[in-house]
């Protein structure tokens, strides 16, 4: 099993602004983590973690691809890109070919120039209810 610097993924989630870095890094990156279905980890020269992304799959039929981020100061550099490759790579060798994200607003380049195109008629949605709201009783 891969290890991780916790510090050093949260400093990436931080950078995203999908993070405000107050809860225990580490109780919350190793679940995250070992319960994804993939996950990829750039590093630099010094071992600290630049850029990340995760697949979140069955390993059967359907993959999203989440959390990709680069650190500001790596950007350009094709870093990005090869995190997604190396996702989609592993959904391929599993036989998924349903694979889907959530663009952040902007992003919309870097993820067609990969082969992904926006879902017509689709609308990505967010549960934003308390637990009683979705009483049907």
């Known amino acids: ?28 990156i190793t679940p995250l983590f070992t319960g994804s279905f993939a996950v990829v980890v750039a590093y630099d020269k010094d071992k600290k973690a ?10 059967a039929a359907d993959a999203y691809i989440q959390d990709v981020v680069v650190d500001p100061r790596c950007r350009g550099q094709g870093i990005g890109k090869r995190i997604v490759q190396l996702l989609i790579d592993t959904c391929r060798q599993a036989g998924i070919t349903w694979i889907a994200l959530i663009a952040e607003p902007g992003s919309n380049t870097f993820y067609t120039s990969l082969g992904f195109m926006p879902m017509e008629n689709h609308l990505p949605m967010k549960y934003e209810g308390d637990e009683g709201d979705n009483d049907n009783s």
Not at 7 to 27: H, K, M, R
Not at 50 to 59: A, C, E, T
């Open 1 to 28: 099993m891969q290890e991780w610097d916790a510090e050093d993924i949260v400093a990436l989630y931080c950078s995203a602004g999908w993070w405000d870095g107050n809860a225990d890094a580490a109780a919350i």
């Open 50 to 59: 630049v850029g990340m992304g995760r697949l979140i799959s069955d390993g």
